[in-house]
């Protein structure tokens, strides 16, 4: 498996905890002061190099070698030049799962040739980094540049599910007004029913509020278009939690099949056993 998508699979286990244990409400209200003040903050206290940095100090020591030295051409290139180098200082860190770098390197390309896809990509990978992120303060201020980015693409192409569903998400998460991104995911859904991505966050969301019958049609749908571990093991979560046993441990071995990973399936076994009691 590629490194990123074990480090995917991995954290569905630890995100599964808080999913559960904070409804969308107490996300939005938790974060309502840090809101106000992030957007403005980002720019200076979260920036390509600062995030970079940061970065560097948990991989491997040549590879952040050979990221310092891209950098170094990055800086020194203008125009065409430059947004090549980006894109491929981009793949390096996408390579690596570590898209919190990435999200700026899409940015940067952006304001150099403000094209739709560097914005959507930008805001994808903002959204990916404060997504699984402990930092509190540096998630806030990514939330909100994940939004500026979707804001950005929409405003270029006002039609798009992608953009659309990216800025619901992050909405939901990052504004109080959390309903407001809700709509606009339902408003993909309504034009695009078998929208995976709209229909997978809006499963989420409807687990972070305890809405499990909602959340099981929604994951149901996602693992008929494209069945993958994580929709598997959410829909096993939505099963479990309003008693259905056999259906629970149904999707529950589906995930493990699919998971391949040892940390995973290991604990889809536990469940399992758990369920079979």
Not at 156 to 177: E, H, P, Q, W
């Amino acid at each position: 498996m590629k490194t990123k998508q074990i480090i995917v699979i991995v954290i569905v286990v630890a995100l599964m905890g808080a999913l559960l244990a904070r409804p969308i409400k107490g996300l939005v209200e938790e974060n309502k002061g840090a809101n106000a003040s992030a957007s403005a903050e980002a720019s200076s206290a979260f920036n390509l190099q600062t995030v970079s940095d940061m970065t560097k100090q948990s991989i491997n020591g040549s590879l952040a070698q050979e990221i310092t030295a891209l950098e170094a051409k990055v800086a020194e290139a203008d125009g065409e030049e430059k947004l090549t180098l980006l894109q491929e200082l981009a793949k390096k860190w996408d390579d690596l799962a570590k898209y919190a770098p990435q999200g700026f390197i899409y940015e940067e390309m952006a304001k150099i040739s403000p094209k739709f896809e560097y914005w959507l990509k930008a805001g994808d990978a903002f959204r990916s980094a404060y997504t699984n992120l402990q930092d509190t303060a540096m998630a806030t201020a990514l939330n909100q540049m994940a939004i500026q980015s979707y804001e950005h693409a929409a405003e270029l192409d006002a039609n798009n599910l992608d953009a659309k569903t990216g800025l619901g998400a992050a909405m939901v998460t990052g504004t109080n007004n959390p309903m407001a991104g809700i709509a606009l995911l339902r408003e993909v859904v309504a034009k695009d029913p078998k929208n995976i991505q709209a229909n997978k966050t809006l499963g989420l969301f409807s687990l972070q509020s305890r809405q499990f019958d909602k959340a099981i049609e929604r994951f149901k749908t996602v693992v008929e278009l494209k069945p993958d571990a994580e929709s598997y093991f959410y829909l096993a979560t939505g099963y479990e939690n309003i008693g259905l046993k056999n259906e629970a441990i149904a999707a529950f071995q589906k995930s493990k099949e699919l998971a391949a990973d040892p940390t995973l399936s290991q604990f889809i076994e536990r469940r399992i056993e758990e369920l079979s009691k």
